[in-house]
């Protein structure tokens, strides 16, 4: 087979005569005259991207020799390339496969006849191009190049801007996980401790927030009237210390106390009282009297001080509530209750009876409200929050033996001066210094053992029983008389008639029941006055 070349390189095909006069054949004469040259080492054309060198793709492989005709449908150097279609428009960056385009419709077999090559008929010949797989029908010069191979032509990061990236991404990642998990952890743990871990979770009925006030005649508003009111004292001598209460009686700063309380300071000792508010004074002793178990001391230069108000001992009933404060075992504050038990119950406190004015002669009332040592001096409130007794004494119980080793606690057997007692001999102490007995003028046989308080034989001083021109002298008591009545209640010794009379004011009249001779004797004494030293 030969070939020219045209004028502008390519090549021309056709018979002999036809190149020498340089006409045009057109496709079909060329394959019905002419034997196509075999086909050379070549390159397949492939689209490249940006960027991308060129690579030899090689030929599939062909059962031909070199003067063999090209199978049917592969393009030669020189031929045109083979027929293509367009898929349908895809998207190169999602990665989109290109379908398939659908078969082409079988080619018909070549009829034999006198124009038909040989070896179109032979069985060697190639199989048509619709009737075999071609590998090259699918190729689209075309076509985008995928995705993985495209560059966008921005720079190139360097691998340690792409490490500073990657742990700044990492960082901001740590950090915002670490708020998330805080804040949910928070929620989380809220949640839990208000309702529980979960799963069958216990959660117990409680009543409402109530008010913090309370009714005036509950022991709640009773407290809550009376504790700016009371005061707690620290007391120190050289010899000793003790804690008690007392409260406060005028805005001058006079404050109600037991003399028992503060006798170990002595003339130098040191007196501090600690208000509920935790504010502290010194107090000073303006006068006591241990006939009486009964104190006044003074603190200065404190302002806002709330007097207690004083109710009437008098018109206490038995079973009537009572509330006690006080300070037990240096507790300040500390808020009792309970009843009036008994009303003028005689006591004596504060040493052996009938070894002079160390001893206190209380004609008492009796309650059950738990008092304890550090009560002594605080106040015994009625139902309206008014003062109506001092807490003084308590009884404990013993253990049989005499030996006064037994409970040192609370029975439940409390006593406290009356306050009618204790006002008149408030108010003497603060305007003298000094408090007043009522007095008989006798001197009583202490060691008497039978019922009713006798006059003994002879005075303390070796005179007469009688004090001459005294309230007895006047009334017709003689030595030897036994008093069994005062104002017709009975008693029953000597104490009791000391109690009886200090519950009366000096100038009362007594009405005395006495037995003389076996005989019974009424008569009515006027009492006399004491200074109490």
């Known amino acids: ?40 080492p070549r390159r397949v054309g492939v689209p490249l ?52 385009p659908p078969p082409a419709a079988p080619t018909p077999a070549p009829q ?74 928070g929620v989380v743990g809220a949640y839990l401790e208000r309702n529980g871990t979960g799963g069958d979770v216990v959660e117990l ?48 700063g006079h404050i109600l106390t037991n003399n028992h309380v503060v006798e170990p300071a002595g003339a130098d000792g040191e007196i501090s009282v600690t208000f509920q508010s935790g504010d502290t004074a010194v107090a000073t002793v303006v006068g006591r009297d241990s ?12 302002g806002g001080l709330r007097p207690m108000p004083l109710g009437n001992s008098d018109s206490v009933q038995v079973g009537d509530p009572v509330v006690a404060i006080g300070a037990p075992f ?12 008994a009303k003028e119950r005689p006591i004596t406190a504060g040493g052996k009876s009938g070894e002079g004015s160390d001893v206190s002669y209380v004609d008492a009332l009796q309650t059950d409200a ?69 007095v008989i003028g006798v001197t009583l046989d202490m060691d008497y053992t039978g019922d009713g308080a006798r006059i003994g034989a002879k005075g303390s001083d070796g005179g007469p029983a009688v004090t001459a021109g005294g309230p007895g002298d006047k009334a017709g008591l003689k030595a030897g008389d036994v008093i069994t009545e005062v104002d017709g209640r009975p008693v029953h010794s000597g104490d009791e008639l000391i109690v009886r009379t200090r519950a009366h004011r000096p100038g009362d009249r007594l009405r005395l029941t006495l037995e003389r001779a076996g005989r019974d ?3 009515t004494l006027t009492l006399g006055s004491s200074d109490g030293s």
């Not at 006030?213 to 004292?233: N, Y």
């Not at 808020?335 to 009036?340: A, E, L, N, P, Y």
């Open 1 to 40: 087979m030969t070939g020219a070349t045209g004028a502008d390189g390519d090549f021309l095909l056709g018979p002999p005569e036809d190149r020498a006069s340089g006409a045009e054949t057109d496709g079909s004469e060329a394959a019905d005259d002419f034997e196509l040259m075999p086909p050379g």
């Open 112 to 185: 034999e006849g006198p124009d038909t090559p040989t070896s179109a008929l032979s069985p060697e010949a190639p199989v048509p191009l619709g009737d075999a797989p071609n590998p090259w029908q699918n190729y689209d010069p075309w076509a985008p190049v995928p995705a993985p191979l495209q560059q966008t032509g921005a720079a190139v990061d360097t691998v340690g801007a792409r490490r500073r990236r990657a742990r700044r991404a990492l960082l901001t990642g740590a950090l915002l996980l670490a708020l998330t998990a805080g804040g949910i952890g």
């Open 330 to 341: 240096d507790l300040e504050g500390t808020v009792t209750s309970g009843i009036i038990s």
């Open 49 to 100: 991207g940006d960027g991308q060198v060129p690579q030899d793709r090689p030929e599939p492989p062909q059962d031909h020799d070199s003067s063999s005709t090209p199978p049917y449908g592969v393009p030669g150097p020189w031929a045109p390339a083979p027929r293509v279609q367009h898929p349908a428009t895809t998207t190169a960056t999602h990665g989109t496969g290109i379908p398939t």
């Open 291 to 302: 006939g009486y178990d009964l104190a006044v001391v003074q603190v200065r230069g404190v």
């Open 370 to 438: 738990p008092i304890n040592p550090g009560n002594s001096g605080g106040p015994l409130l009625d139902s309206r929050a008014r003062v109506i007794g001092i807490n003084s004494a308590i009884r404990s119980a013993d253990d049989g033996t005499g030996s006064g080793t037994g409970q040192a606690g609370s029975i439940g057997l409390g006593f406290a001066i009356p306050v009618n007692q204790a006002k008149r001999v408030a108010e003497e102490l603060i305007n003298t210094g000094r408090a007043t007995h009522p």
């Open 521 to 523: 004797i009424r008569l």
């Open 205 to 252: 009925p409680q009543a409402e927030e109530e008010p913090a006030g309370r009714p005036p005649g509950t022991v709640a508003g009773i407290a809550a009237r009376s504790l700016p009111s009371v005061v707690t004292l620290h007391v120190s001598g050289a010899e000793e210390s003790g804690t008690g209460t007392g409260f406060v009686l005028d805005e001058r």
